[in-house]
C-alpha cells in the first residue's frame, strides 16, 4: 500500500467511511454559504488537465477553489485519478471527501463517486477497502446500492481477485450477479470474463446463452470476453470454436471489423492450434492495429511457427501505419531464440539500438540475452548483461541460466555471488540453476550449500525434490539421494521426485535398485508416466524391456513419442529388429531424430536396403525432411553393407537439401570406397575436398584401405598428406606409427628408420593401445 493510502488510514483519522453524524450541532444559518455552482467552463478545464495527464495541475486548480468544492468537481478529479492508473491515489482522494466537516454544503457523494472508489480498489487490489465500501452502502441504506453503475462496480470489484478464495470473492461475485435487479450489457461482459479468468470456461459459455435469451444487445466486448474460453473447453474446443466464430459473423461487419474482437479472434485460433483459421481472419480484416499483428506474430511463436512469426515481423517493420512496440519485438527475440540464427538475432537487435533513442527496455534486454546464449554466443550475452543500465532480478537470472546451460557452471556460481553484493535475493529460478551448475560440477559443496540455504530459508517450489536427488547423484552421493528422497515421503512425493530417484540409479548402474524403486512407486499408487518407463528401458534387458512394453500398452503409453523412441532403441540394442519396426510403426507422430535412430539401427544390424527404403519414405514426408545425422545414417548403412553406388548417391544428394557434408560424410564415403576396393577413386575425392579434407580420419581411412589392398604407391602419398596435417595442425607419436606402417607393408625399412628417427628426434614415445572385445560374456583383451 503506497504512503499515500497509508497516511489516509492511520487509527488517528476517522473511519474512511464515516458519514455525517447527524446529532452534530448545525452550523449557523447566517454563516451557510450556498454550494458554488461550478462553470462549465471550469468543469471542462479540471477535465482536460485529467485526459491529458496533468494531474498536479488538476489537483492545484482544485485545491484554489472556494469551499466547499461541488461534488461535480470531486468526480472529476477522482475519475481523472482512476482513468490516469492511480487507483491509490484516487482512494486518497475519495477519503478527504468522506472526512471533509459535515455541513448542508459538504458534497454529497454520488452514484459516480462510489463506482469511481470501486474501480480504484479492483485496480489497486485493495479488496478488503472494496468491502468496507459495499458495507457502508449496505449500513447506510443508500439507495445508491439500486443504482446499476455503483452495482456493475461492485461486481468488477469482486471479479477483479486474482484468487476465487481471496475473500471469499467467488461467492461474493456470484451473488452480487444474481442479486442484481437489472442488468446491462456491462454486467454480462463482466461476469462471462470473470469465469473465463478463474478457468471456468463451460460456465462462461452458459452464461453467454443466457445473455442471448435475456434479448439484451450483445456488444464487442462480449466476444473479446467469450473466446479465451473457447481454448479451455478441451473436447469441446474445435467444435465450441466454430459456433463462437459463427456467432461472430452472424452479427455483422461492425462486430468482425472491431480490432479488440479481431485480436481475440485470433488468439482464440492460435490458442487451439489452428494458425490457418487465425492466419484467414487476419488476413479478411480491413484494418489492423500493432495489437492485431502482435497477437499474430505470437500465435505463431506459440505454435512452434517460428519461421512464419519471423516473416510476419518484417512485414510489420515494412508497414508505413503499424510501429512495433515492446511486445513485438520480445515475441520475435523468442522466434529466433527457438531458431538459434544469431545472424537474424543480430540484426534485430541492431535494429532496436538503430530505432530507440532512449535505453533498451529491461525486458528486451533480458529477451537479447536469452537470444544470444540460445544461439550459442555467451560472450555476447554476457557483453550485453554487464552493458545494462539497469538490471532486476530477471536480467541476473537469465544470465546465471544461460551461463549454466553453455555449461559455464562454474562462472554461473560466480555470478550468482555478484548478484548477492547488488542486494537481490535469490529466487526458485536463481537456485534451481544453481542445483544444475552443482550437478554438471559434480560439487558436492556448492550443492550442499545450495541446498543449506533452501532449508534455512523454508524455501520450496514444484519439482524442487527432483533438482536435489539429481545434484546429490551427480556428485557421487547416490546414500544422500537417497536418503532425501525417503525424507520425502512425509511431505509427498510427485510423480517427478519418483523419476528422479529412478533416473539417479540408472545412471550410476545400479539396475536393482531403479527397478525397486519402481515397484515401490506402484505400490504407492503413483502412475509411471513415459519418462519413468524410459528410464527402466535404459539399464533394462530383452524380457525385462518386454515387459516394460507390456505395462506401457495396457496403461497407453506405447504411443508416446519418448516412451517409443526408448523402446525401439531397447529393442535395437538387443538385436530385435522386428520388435523396433512394429514399435516405430505404430507411433502416430515420428519426428527426425526417431527416423534417424532407425535407420541408424538397420544400418549396424546390417539391413541397408531397410534403412535406404526408409530414408525415401522420410524424404516423402512434408513433416519429417532428412538432416544431416540421417545421411550420415543412411551412407554408414551403406557402407557396411557394400552399397557403394547407393551410399554415393545418397551422399549427392545432401545439396539438394542446403545440407553441408561435414567431415563425418566425408571420412564415412571415403572409408566406403576404400574398405570396397575403389581405392583411387576415394583418393580423388579426399582430394577434392582441398582444406575442408584436412582431418586425420579422412586421410587415415584412406590409408587403411591402401594397406588393406596393397595400394604401396598410393599409400605413400596419402602418408605424406597425413605427415602435412599433422606438421599444419599437430599430432602425436600414434600418428606417426601408422605412417610408418605403409613402409613396412612395402618392405621399405629405410622409410620406417626415418619415422622412427623423427620420433627420437622429437622425443616421442610410442603410445601403447588395447583394444577389447566381447564374446559370449568372456572379455579379451586385444594387444
Known sequence: MSSLLSSALLPSSPTILSTPNPSSSKPNSATV????????????????????????????????????????????????????????????????????????????????????????????????LGRSIHAHLIRSRSHLLRNLVVRNSL?????????????????????????????????????????????????????????????????????????????????????????????????????????????SAIGMFAG??????????????EQRNTEVWNTMIAGYEQNGFYVEAIDLFIKLLHSDSINADTCTFLTTLMAISQLQDLRLGQQVHA???????????????????????????????????????????????????????NNLNYEGFLLTLEMKKEGLIADSVTLTALLSAASNLGSLRIGKETHGYLIRNDIQWEGMGSYIIDMYAKSGSIEIARRYFDNCLSSGRDQVTWNAMIAAYTRTSLTEQAISVFHEMLRDGQNPNAVTLSSILSVCNAVRGKQVHSFAVLNGL?????LGTSLIEMYLKWGDITSAEKVFEKLPDKSTALYTTMLYGFGHHGFAHKSLALFHSMQEELDNSPDSAAFLAVISACRHSGLVDEGLHVYNYMSAYDIAPTPEHHCCVVDMLGRHGRV?????????????????????????ACRLHRKLQLSKLVSEKLLQIDRDYGGGAGQRVILSNPYALGGIWD????????????RMNKDSWVGRCQISNEKYALL
Open 33 to 128: 454559504t450556498p454550494t458554488p455552482t461550478p462553470t462549465p467552463r471550469l468543469r471542462a478545464r479540471l477535465s482536460r488537465l485529467c485526459r491529458q495527464s496533468r494531474l498536479d495541475e488538476a489537483r492545484h486548480l482544485f485545491d484554489s477553489l472556494p469551499r466547499p468544492a461541488p461534488t461535480l468537481l470531486w468526480n472529476a478529479l477522482l475519475i481523472g485519478y482512476v482513468c490516469n492508473s492511480l487507483p491509490n491515489h484516487a482512494l486518497h482522494f475519495f477519503s478527504l471527501m468522506m472526512h471533509h466537516r459535515p455541513s448542508p454544503t459538504s458534497p454529497s457523494p454520488d452514484a459516480y463517486t462510489f463506482s469511481s472508489a470501486l474501480k480504484a480498489c479492483a485496480l489497486s487490489g485493495h479488496l478488503q
Open 155 to 263: 461486481l468488477n470489484m469482486y471479479a477483479s481477485a486474482t484468487e476465487a478464495s481471496v475473500l471469499s470473492t467467488s461467492d461474493a461475485t456470484c451473488k452480487v450477479f444474481d442479486r442484481m435487479p437489472q442488468r446491462n450489457i456491462v454486467s454480462w461482459n463482466t461476469i462471462i470474463a470473470w469465469y473465463v479468468k478463474t478457468c471456468r470456461p463451460y460456465e462462461a459459455f452458459l452464461t453467454f446463452i443466457r445473455l442471448m435469451e435475456s434479448g439484451i444487445k450483445l456488444s464487442p466486448l462480449s466476444f473479446v470476453g467469450l473466446f479465451p474460453a473457447g481454448v479451455s473447453l478441451e473436447a469441446y474446443s474445435r467444435r465450441s470454436v466454430d459456433a463462437m466464430y459463427g456467432l461472430l459473423i452472424k452479427h455483422g461487419q461492425e462486430y468482425i471489423d472491431d480490432l479488440f474482437v479481431l485480436s
Open 272 to 285: 487451439i492450434g489452428d494458425m490457418e483459421s487465425a492466419r484467414h481472419a487476419f488476413d479478411q480484416a
Open 351 to 405: 535494429y532496436l539500438l538503430k530505432q530507440k533513442i532512449s535505453e533498451l527496455p529491461v525486458i528486451l534486454c533480458n529477451a537479447s540475452v536469452v537470444m544470444y546464449s540460445r544461439c550459442g554466443s555467451i560472450e555476447t550475452a554476457f557483453e550485453l548483461f554487464n552493458r545494462m543500465p539497469k538490471r532486476d532480478l530477471v536480467s541476473w537470472n537469465t544470465m546465471i541460466t544461460a551461463m549454466v546451460q
Open 558 to 562: 506405447d504411443k508416446n513419442i519418448l
Open 680 to 704: 583411387e577413386e576415394a583418393y580423388e575425392l579426399a582430394q577434392s575436398l582441398g582444406t575442408d579434407g584436412n582431418y586425420v580420419g579422412i586421410w587415415g581411412s584412406l590409408l587403411a
Open 751 to 762: 622409410g620406417v628408420e626415418g619415422v622412427r628417427r623423427e620420433m627420437k628426434e622429437r
